[in-house]
């Protein structure tokens, strides 16, 4: 069932993606595509970008043309945003 609750939820995930508060370089990476932030990490791979929350929640999205995001909650939804 759809909620407030869960528009919020996502509403917070994208602001979180937009701008990652205290957004810094992960001090035990070297290679540069691991970033850590207020409440989780962001690992930038090969045509992929992952956000992984503090609370269990992952969210990913590609780099081609179409920008798909999908949200998995660590309560077991999952969300998916498609723009074409």
Not at 25 to 51: A, L, N, W
């Amino acid at each position: 069932m759809w909620t407030k609750e869960a528009s919020k939820k996502i509403a917070d995930i994208l602001n979180i993606i937009a701008d990652p508060p205290n957004l810094r370089p992960h001090p035990e990476d070297f290679s540069g595509s691991v970033m850590i932030f207020d409440g989780g990490q962001v690992i930038y791979q090969t045509g992929i970008t992952r956000f992984e929350f503090s609370d269990g929640t992952i969210a990913f999205f590609g780099t081609n043309r179409e920008f798909e995001l999908t949200i998995n909650f660590a309560s077991g939804e999952t969300v998916s945003i498609r723009v074409v």
